[in-house]
């Protein structure tokens, strides 16, 4: 297999920070967390490239710059709790996890959930708070939640995420119908009121739940 660091550095380099991502924590967090882990053994040499991998369950794991993007555009800062909604991998949960964040993420499918949970129990990433449920319904024992990121497509933005969205707040969430039409939307609590900015064009897996979909 081919050196992961160095994969990794040519990854930060030639597909992040070429494509403009320039947060110091989100490249530190994609520099040092190993993406091969989070990939079955089979696709480890595929871990670094330069795009969505399966996970199994018609699943995958976002395309780097895509975590990347998504991570600055959150805008964390260390200490703060952030809700993830497809764990999927456990990927984007970790690079969040490493970036401070105190991070819960919830799953809807079984194998996806404990395989994430063994994986973060054997890199012994214990503070990441895992749920085996529909996320679009968040988690509002734990509310309000600084940041939420959703990283599945749904129809629209699921209300009781916004409910949870603390103030100020921010919400990232692909939008769309289908795959080939979603926009990444930022929803931005501050002072009562609710502000939606289109961010681009992404595809996403479909987010399959109550509400938003
Ligand atoms: N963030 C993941 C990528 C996840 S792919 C990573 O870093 O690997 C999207 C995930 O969202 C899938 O695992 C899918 O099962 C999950 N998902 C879809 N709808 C959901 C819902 N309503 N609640 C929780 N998870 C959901």
């Given at each position: 297999?081919?050196?992961?660091?160095?994969?990794?550095?040519?990854?930060?380099?030639?597909?992040?920070?070429?494509?403009?991502?320039?947060?110091?924590?989100?490249?530190?967090?994609?520099?040092?967390?190993p993406?091969?882990?989070?990939?079955?053994?089979?696709?480890?040499?595929?871990?670094?490239?330069?795009?969505?991998?399966?996970?199994?369950?018609?699943?995958?794991?976002?395309?780097?710059?895509?975590?990347?993007?998504?991570?600055?555009?959150?805008?964390?800062?260390?200490?703060?709790?952030?809700?993830?909604?497809?764990?999927?991998?456990?990927?984007?949960?970790?690079?969040?996890?490493?970036m401070?964040?105190?991070?819960?993420?919830?799953?809807?499918?079984?194998?996806?959930?404990?395989a994430?949970?063994?994986?973060?129990?054997?890199?012994?990433?214990?503070?990441?708070?895992?749920?085996?449920?529909?996320?679009?319904?968040?988690?509002?024992?734990?509310?309000p939640?600084?940041?939420?990121?959703?990283?599945?497509?749904?129809h629209?933005?699921?209300?009781?995420?916004v409910?949870?969205?603390?103030?100020?707040?921010?919400?990232?969430?692909?939008?769309?119908?289908?795959?080939?039409?979603?926009?990444?939307?930022?929803?931005?609590?501050?002072?009562?009121?609710?502000?939606?900015?289109?961010?681009?064009?992404?595809?996403?897996?479909?987010l399959?739940?109550?509400?938003?979909?």
């Open positions: 297999m081919v050196d992961p660091v160095r994969s990794r550095e040519r990854m930060v380099r030639e597909q992040i920070e070429a494509r403009g991502v320039s947060d110091r924590a989100v490249l530190d967090a994609l520099r040092s967390l993406r091969h882990l989070f990939v079955e053994e089979a696709l480890a040499s595929k871990a670094y490239s330069d795009g969505p991998l399966p996970i199994g369950e018609g699943q995958t794991i976002s395309q780097p710059y895509i975590v990347a993007l998504m991570s600055e555009l959150l805008r964390v800062e260390p200490g703060m709790k952030v809700l993830e909604i497809g764990t999927g991998s456990g990927y984007q949960a970790a690079v969040l996890a490493h401070g964040c105190d991070v819960y993420t919830v799953e809807r499918i079984k194998k996806l959930f404990f994430a949970r063994k994986r973060f129990m054997d890199m012994r990433m214990f503070s990441v708070k895992l749920k085996l449920d529909d996320g679009t319904m968040g988690w509002p024992d734990e509310g939640f600084d940041r939420i990121i959703v990283t599945a497509g749904g629209s933005v699921p209300e009781p995420l409910d949870q969205l603390a103030d100020p707040g921010r919400l990232l969430i692909p939008v769309g119908e289908g795959r080939r039409h979603q926009s990444l939307v930022l929803v931005e609590k501050k002072d009562g009121e609710v502000i939606r900015t289109d961010k681009g064009g992404v595809a996403f897996v479909d399959v739940g109550k509400h938003g979909w």
